[in-house]
């Protein structure tokens, strides 16, 4: 599956679209007309606020005509009636009807009234008390009929994602970048302009055993039209291909990352209202259809229906738009449908899965109404049948320890148009068709490509000028006391080159010592289905104190373990002088033995050079020490469970995942300094997590690890402290730069993000989306006698009085991107000798959803 669900920000709702209906329409096009056309076009708002209502199903009624209202709450419709009933149908508001005129063209606006029921109206007690039963019926009956519960099933899945940007603007299309590829943007119904993105198909046979856990998932077909980096990268590990459904049966929906209050939640009666609607009989068998509100505003509900039988009190269908976006950044509208049916008349499972979502591109108000917005749509349909409970089969994964894997088919990316059509459930539209013929278009448009090498930058660090590769971006300035201004240029090769080698290189210079430094390396990635990447490399450059590869254990997807970059440059405090030369030459092996588990072996042999405002002394004998090295061998185990990431050749993005992600790195070797030689090992080990409670959640991180043997001290662990006024998660940020020195540690992050819950409380704030986060931070460490007698410490490092503590308030999604915090230093106290902050505001830059 590609990487939709990362570029939207892991999208997971949508809009309600008859496909059969627009199928029709495009029949009418085609065909010669034997009667005369009638053409009816108009817009639906609302009755009290004039706003425009989208998605409205609009039909002719005893007939097969039909269609539905774009974002802008337009719509055209075209039938060779010249008479007959138009019923205009939308959630949460009532049905509407107008007779069809004899006219040839004609122009129908309708304002639907919205269902607004005054709660004092279901305060009476044989009113509620039904609705109460059903729905403690639905909540008892949750264990037997939730898909989840069963514990060996198989089926298979078609799906289909798509995405365009909506409502481009004329000043956008006649602009320079695009006045040599009008023909790129097509029309809606609604006469408003789009430019395709992404469409893709996928087909695929997934095994699923809870006791003992295994889920195989097999692609049958995958086919991909996709813009630059949407086309090429692709979601693997845990992939959506294996994530069941959206489940209404769990009590809340994780979308984003926050927790949204399923209707039938075993709580839904705190959060909803309720009103019986309907009710249909079919043999035996009484169905009910239920409309849901939320109770209050602004909190993460939904609205809309569901409908339910009497046998097993099973849902056969729910259909729920998000009551509130507010808390979502540049979302505007998204709507979820789930469909259920019956198994062998016994077993609910699922059938069809529908998410809409609408984003819009800059989400600041602004004059325009949001439906008339620059904005993105996306849709992702699921049909799933060939449903069998506990099959004889028994699933067979590649390896016998893993637990899960996904494995494609030789010839799945060779299916023709006829393979498509006869194994689609549902056909494909006029819209469909349009997006797949432009895409191509679209992404050989200049402008397209140099916004798609950005956003490929933004994720790598290298910006693609063809068979070369510019960066790290993040390198290219800083400065610091020793070096002054550092220039940086750095470039590798591209998959232009070569898929599966790459070659890199950079040189630095610094204006105030006049030295030239760099980086070298090379690697090879083997053709295997699991990840295997053999690289050596070379570099000489600066490195502060505390940098080091373990923290590639926490910042998993930063370019690097240097964290003297150019954002830090923009933040500092204070003058850098906390560094040293690092010369080494490393060479790793990385082996992804299954999804989940990944073995990293590395040989390094690394010179530190005695830093010029902390230079290093023989402890014995009082000389100076120009430098100490060492050579050891680490091995690195990386363990996750249900994890997605993103490979795009040698970089892999990791994504997400509910469980812990461990690491643990064990190893030894020598060091040397003058005529002096130790043996040493250490122990390291990582764990971090996203823990979601309600619609708040926490992420924490422990990381603890012991040297073994004499060590000099640059080669120890040194707590990252932090001299910016910028606010980093896994580092201390009210701890200087070399404070502490440790030879056992245990480190602690906890960051606990509410996502507004006080906010949205307080009418003044209410509207404003800004979120209340909190964090605390934990250190114990100590180093032993041992290790002084190796090389002095310099007067700047302290004993630490255990345990370090620092806790921290304060507000995020300051302007969509924005995180201030106030921070407290609680234990030790600083003093003017250690020359710490006790209490400081701290700033975090980063797009949030």
């Not at 606020?49 to 989208?54: C, E, L």
């Not at 269609?67 to 149908?89: C, F, Q």
């Not at 003297?564 to 500092?572: A, P």
């Not at 002084?788 to 308030?809: F, M, Q, R, T």
């Amino acid at each position: 599956m590609q990487n939709h669900l990362f570029v939207i920000g892991h999208l997971h709702n949508i809009i309600k679209k008859r496909i059969f209906v627009i199928f029709i329409l495009l029949c009418f096009c085609i065909t010669p007309a034997i009667s005369q056309k009638l053409t009816i076009s108009g817009t639906v708002t609302d009755s009290k606020t004039g706003d425009a209502i989208p998605y409205v199903n609009i039909v002719i009624k005893e007939t097969v005509s039909g269609t539905m209202t774009d974002t802008l709450g337009h719509y055209r419709l075209e039938t060779n009636l010249d008479k007959g009933t138009i019923r205009y149908s939308a959630i949460g508001y009532y049905p509407d009807e107008k007779r069809l005129s004899s006219s040839r063209n004609t122009e129908i606006s309708i304002k639907l009234k919205p269902e607004t029921i005054d709660i004092g109206e279901v305060e009476v007690a044989p009113d509620e008390e039904p609705i109460r039963l059903l729905l403690r019926n639905i909540i008892s009956h949750k264990h037997l009929n939730d898909p989840d519960q069963l514990q060996k099933f198989s089926y298979r899945k078609y799906t289909k994602w798509k995405y365009q940007i909506n409502n481009v603007s004329d000043k956008i299309i006649k602009s320079k970048a695009f006045k040599n590829d009008q023909d790129v943007f097509k029309s809606a119904q609604d006469s408003s302009k789009y430019l395709p993105l992404y469409f893709a198909e996928q087909l695929v046979f997934n095994q699923v055993q809870k006791n003992p856990a295994k889920q195989k998932s097999t692609i049958l077909a995958d086919k991909t039209n996709g813009v630059g980096i949407l086309k090429n990268l692709e979601i693997a590990g845990y992939t959506s291909a294996l994530d069941m459904e959206v489940n209404f049966y769990n009590n809340f929906i994780l979308l984003f990352s926050q927790n949204f209050v399923s209707p039938i939640s075993d709580n839904g009666w705190f959060y909803y209202k309720y009103f019986l609607a309907d009710s249909t009989t079919t043999g035996n068998v009484k169905s009910y259809r239920v409309n849901f509100q939320p109770r209050r505003t602004g909190e993460n509900t939904f609205k809309g229906y569901f409908i339910v039988e009497d046998n097993h009190f099973s849902i056969e269908e729910i259909e729920g738009r998000l009551s509130n976006t507010n808390n979502i950044n540049f979302l505007t509208d998204m709507k979820l449908k789930s469909n259920y049916a019956f198994v062998n008349d016994s077993v609910p499972f699922y059938k069809r899965n529908q998410i809409d979502a609408l984003f819009l591109v800059i989400p600041y108000k602004t004059k325009k109404k949001d439906q008339d917005r620059l904005s993105v749509f996306y849709t992702q349909i699921a049909n799933i049948d060939h449903v069998t409970v506990n099959p004889a089969d028994e699933i067979k994964l590649s390896n016998k320890k893993s637990k899960y894997e996904t494995v494609k088919l030789a010839d799945a990316l060779d299916h023709d148009s006829a393979f498509w059509k006869k194994n689609r459930p549902e056909k494909l539209t006029i819209n469909d068709h349009l997006i797949t013929q432009t895409i191509d278009s679209v992404s050989n448009v200049k402008t397209i490509s140099i916004l798609n090498n950005l956003a490929r930058m933004s994720m790598n660090s290298y910006y693609d000028i063809g068979k070369i590769e510019l960066g790290p971006y993040t390198s290219f300035v800083n400065t610091n006391k020793v070096e002054g201004l550092h220039l940086f240029m750095g470039a590798r090769t591209s998959s232009e080159i070569s898929k599966n080698k790459m070659v890199w290189a950079g040189l630095g210079y610094g204006t105030k010592n006049k030295k030239i430094n760099g980086i070298a390396g090379f690697g090879y990635k083997f053709h295997n289905s699991n990840r295997e990447i053999l690289k050596f490399s070379f570099e000489d450059q600066m490195t502060r104190f505390g940098e080091s590869e373990e923290i590639l254990n926490l910042y998993e997807n930063a370019f690097t373990p240097v964290e003297n970059n150019l954002v830090s440059q923009m933040l500092k405090r204070d003058e850098l002088t906390e560094i040293f030369r690092q010369r080494k030459i490393k060479g790793i092996w990385e082996k992804e033995w299954y999804p989940g588990l990944t073995n990293k072996i590395s040989a390094n042999y690394t010179k530190h050079y005695s830093p010029t405002y902390f230079p290093f002394y023989n402890k014995k004998t009082g000389n100076p020490v120009k430098s100490v090295s060492s050579a050891e061998l680490m091995i690195d185990t990386r363990f996750s469970k249900e994890e997605k990431y993103m490979d795009d050749g040698f970089f892999r993005f990791y994504m997400e995942t509910d469980y812990p992600i461990v690491h643990f790195t064990f190893g030894g070797g020598k060091t040397y300094y003058d005529d002096t030689s130790n043996w040493y090992g250490k122990l390291n080990l990582t764990i971090k997590q996203y823990v979601y409670l309600g619609q708040s959640f926490i992420n924490y991180a422990i990381e603890t690890g012991i040297y073994f043997g004499k060590v000099p001290y640059s080669m120890l662990n040194s707590p990252r402290g932090n001299e910016t006024i910028g606010y980093y998660q896994y580092d201390f940020n009210m701890l200087n730069y070399l404070e502490y020195v440790h030879d056992k540690y245990l480190h602690v992050y906890l960051d606990y993000h509410l996502n507004g819950f006080f906010f949205r409380r307080i009418p003044i704030l209410k509207k404003t989306d800004l979120r209340e986060v909190m964090s605390a931070k934990l250190m114990v460490g100590s180093l032993s006698n041992k290790q002084k007698n190796v090389i002095e410490l310099p007067n700047e490092i302290s004993d630490l009085h255990n345990p370090y503590i620092e806790v921290g308030a304060g507000i995020e999604n300051i302007f969509k991107f924005a995180r201030i915090e106030a921070i407290w230093r609680v234990h030790p106290s600083s003093t003017a000798e250690i020359g710490a902050p006790t209490f400081g505001i701290r700033a975090l830059f980063m797009i949030t959803m």
